[in-house]
């Protein structure tokens, strides 16, 4: 498969989340953002608000992670921050799963928590996060199911902060859990071109990646 740059670049979520963040770094990324058409920038919410209005009368989304990265803190949590970054100007919510109660067995909650989140967010799209490194077969098979049941509009892969990121097996997993009712987004550890497109090919419809540039700068004209 051979993906031309500008279709690439509208795949793309271009990301920066690290704690230590900065806003001139936060500027540069949606500057790069609106060169390069990229769908969207990926934040942290307290970077919300800045990012709306640096991509005013843009094309280019703000996409915001909630309950980021472990996906420990209550639903409430979740669903107050999921107001506040919409109220601040997200177009695009990504939120992580409480992965130790899918593990503990407690899957109603989680699924409660996603349809909280779907439910606040109206119309803005919401990616539900998996972190697929930690799960097993059937936990991330129920996980697809629970955000088809409730509305979410993509199942994605990882943060980038667990112990392994993206895997072609999972995002095919992922694809076929959920056929052509969700988007899947594949996200943690792609790093190249070639490492985007062999996702793509698995299935995904949206790529996570700090390296956004990099991966343009290999992909034909």
């Known amino acids: 498969m051979v993906i031309k ?3 690439l670049a509208k795949m793309i979520d271009h990301t920066l989340l690290r704690p230590h963040a ?3 770094e936060i500027r540069i990324l949606c500057e790069e953002a609106k060169e390069n058409n990229f769908c969207s920038v990926s934040v942290n919410p307290t970077w919300t608000k800045l990012c709306a209005q640096l991509l005013k009368d843009t094309p280019v ?4 992670c909630i309950g980021f990265p472990l996906g420990a803190t209550t639903a409430h949590v979740k669903v107050l921050e999921t107001e506040e970054a919409i109220r601040n100007g997200a177009q695009e919510i990504d939120m992580v799963i409480n992965i130790g109660a899918l593990k503990s067995g407690y899957t109603a909650y989680v699924e409660k928590e996603i349809a909280a989140i779907v439910k606040t967010a109206k119309n803005v799209p919401v990616k539900v996060i ?3 490194s930690y799960l097993s077969t059937d936990e991330k098979v129920a996980v697809c199911e629970m955000a088809i049941r409730t509305g979410a509009s993509f199942v994605k892969t990882s943060t980038g902060y667990g112990i392994k990121g993206a895997t072609v097996e999972d995002v095919q997993l992922l694809r ?3 056929g052509n009712l969700l988007g899947v987004k594949a996200a943690g550890g792609i790093r190249t071109y070639g490492e985007a497109v062999t996702m793509i090919e698995a299935g995904a419809n949206r790529i996570g990646t700090s390296t956004s540039l990099d991966i343009l700068q290999d992909a034909p004209l």
């Not at 989304?61 to 915001?64: F, N, R, T």
């Open 130 to 132: 998996l972190e697929t």
């Open 22 to 24: 900065t806003e001139d």
């Open 61 to 64: 989304k703000v996409d915001v």
């Open 5 to 7: 740059r500008h279709e």
């Open 176 to 178: 076929k859990a959920v």
